[in-house]
């Protein structure tokens, strides 16, 4: 990641300066080259302009435009051509071709009102035609040929090169140094963080990741700490659970066997006795299957690979089912249920799960209740969901276990969990069962009080 990172660094800084020197240089020897091809035709204008109201284009000597001409061709290391409208050479600052004739492409299309321009960058001249025109007439008198050298621009412009050159690379290099320096400012809090993660990997869960820098960085490592806090409650829940379905499993086996001991040890016990026994044994075993009931339901009820069995059912029917074989439970510890149902609704659901998680709702209300007590069940609907509250007179759930009687293993009460058989899973059973089906729970309590849980489930199901 150093690396990629630094490489990113410098390909965002350096490469943009080196094609910002290219371009600029390059722009600017062009716009400097064109400055001078406009002062020369200004100055063509100039001269032009004198000739004609000297008449020099007809033979009239001028030595104030001769020695102008010349003054301006020795400034600029060039040559001027002055020829009339029949080709006859006026003035050649070389002074070779002065009488004759000149008759070249350039000089023909100047005299048909056709001006041209062109940089020759061997000789690194700038050649440019001019036409003398008589305004007043409208008609061409004659051209100016010039020959200008550029050396002098080329010169200066390979001086602002190597200067900028030379600047650029100082940039350069110390943009690669400041990109070292980020790189490293950059990915010094992550190789703590992988070196904590790895200490963490080898088992020091006890050790947290303390990043400083920037806020993002911050955020990370305060996330990091946040799961990892997670992770040892779970690992600790996980390891109380399997310790707590160890002692459960093995508490009836137990029981059974010293039942089964003291039978054997009475070939003459009564029959009565024997049938006590054995109706003890059969709870012990009614005690073991139901918490191997709620381990597979756990495992059968993960979110990633259930599969629903999904039917368009009477949610009315199935809550009277419900508390209907829950009743006689109930009747035991003299609790009322009631069931309220303020519209027909039929939603498309798990017929089994759903009955499974609304079972485990009702019948823990009845469980953790109060004797001559009561359980509420209500049902209503709207265009998009169904609602279920169980509501009851119960001892309530503390506060600061609220939030997390929906974990998988956890028991607010774990004396008392033992006492009505709960194995601490039947609400994260539940909760999974509802998130299955896109709907959301949620839990109001307040101590010796009693509890209202609230279900939310949409009429129609939509696979995620």
Known sequence: MHVRLLISMIALTVIPVI???????????????????????????????????????????????DGEIQQFSGLYDGRIVVTDADFTVRMDTYGMLMGKKLVSEEVVLALQDTELSYYDRDSDQVWLTYVIKDETEETIRGMILFFVSCADLTESHDIILRTMTLVMISVGLLLIVLSFVMARIFTKPFKHMATSINRISEGYFDEEVCLTGFSEVEQISDAFNTMLKRLKELESSRQE????????????????????????????APVE????????????????????????????????????????????DLLESILKRLKPIAAKKNIELVLESYRTVTAECDEVKLTLALSNLVENAIKYNIAGGWVKVTLDSDHKY?????????????EEYQEKIFERFYRVDKARSR???????????????????NG???VVSKEDEGTTFSLRIPLTYIKQ
């Open 386 to 398: 169904f609602y279920v509250t169980v509501a009851d007179s119960g001892i309530g759930i503390p």
């Open 273 to 316: 006795l024997y049938r006590e026994f054995m109706q003890d044994i059969g709870e012990e075993i009614d005690r073991e299957n139901t918490i191997i009931n709620d381990l597979l339901s756990l495992v059968k009820m993960d979110k990633t690979e259930a599969d629903l069995n999904i039917a368009n059912i009477s949610i009315n």
């Open 440 to 442: 959301a729970i949620k």
């Open 241 to 268: 659970f399997v310790s707590n379905v160890s002692h459960e499993l093995k508490t009836p086996l137990t029981s059974m066997k010293v039942l089964a001991d003291s039978l054997n040890m009475q070939p003459d």
């Open 419 to 437: 006492e009505t058989g709960g194995t601490g899973l039947g609400l994260a059973i539940t909760k999974n069962i509802v998130q299955m089906h």
């Open 19 to 65: 094609f910002l020197q290219a371009f600029y240089t390059g722009y600017m020897i062009n716009h400097i080259r064109a400055n001078r091809i406009d002062l020369v035709r200004n100055y063509g204008a100039l001269i032009g302009k004198e000739m004609l109201q000297t008449d020099y284009l007809e033979g009239q000597a001028s030595a104030v435009i």
